[in-house]
C-alpha cells in the first residue's frame, strides 16, 4: 500500500498498480469458508465426490475468490495520504471466468480504473480487479470492486 496526497490519485488512473503475491487455495481454506456461509456444496469440500465431477476436482466458491480482494489489492494499492479508512462501497460488476482448483496459487492484478471525491474527505475509487490463476491464459474473474476512502 502506498500513501499518495489526494489530488495526485487522478494521475493513476488507466495504470496497472501491480499484482499481489501469490496465494495458494488450498482445502482448508475452501472448507472453512463452507463452515462460514454454510455452502457444503460437494464440488468445494468433497474431493472424492468432486473427482468426478466436471472440474475432475474441488474448488473454490466464487465469493471465496472474490472476498481475497481487500488483502490481495492492499499490497499494491494507492490510497490518499491521511486515509483513516477504506470501506467496501460494492462493486460495479463481477464475471467469473473459470474455477479456480484446490491447491492452485492465484494473485490479483489491480488496475485503478476511475477516482472521484464524493465530498471533502471522501475519496471513491473503482478498481479493475483481476484474479489470475498460475498456469491459465484465463483469469478466475474481472471484477470491478469499489472502495470509499475516508480521510
Known amino acids: 500500500m502506498r500513501d499518495v496526497p489526494a489530488d495526485q490519485l487522478h494521475q493513476y488512473v488507466g495504470t496497472c498498480l501491480g499484482r499481489s503475491d501469490w496465494l495458494t487455495i488450498d482445502q482448508g481454506r475452501i ?3 463452507a463452515d462460514a456461509t454454510g455452502d457444503h456444496q460437494f ?7 468432486a473427482a468426478t465431477g466436471p472440474f475432475g476436482t474441488t474448488i473454490a466458491h466464487g465469493l ?15 490510497f490518499p495520504a491521511g486515509m483513516k479508512m477504506a470501506i467496501n462501497y460494492g462493486m460495479d460488476s463481477v464475471r467469473f471466468i473459470q474455477p479456480v482448483k484446490v491447491n492452485s496459487q492465484v494473485r490479483l492484478k489491480v488496475d485503478l480504473t ?3 471525491e464524493k465530498k471533502p474527505g471522501q475519496w471513491l475509487m473503482k478498481i479493475l480487479a483481476t484474479l489470475e490463476i498460475e498456469g491459465e491464459s484465463k483469469p478466475a474473474y474481472i ?9
Open 143 to 151: 471484477a470491478e470492486p469499489l472502495s470509499l476512502c475516508l480521510l
Open 31 to 33: 472448507n472453512d469458508f
Open 114 to 116: 476511475e477516482v472521484s
Open 43 to 49: 464440488i468445494h469440500v468433497d474431493p472424492e465426490r
Open 64 to 78: 471465496l475468490t472474490l472476498s481475497l480482494i481487500p488483502s490481495l489489492m492492499s499490497q499494491v494499492m494507492v
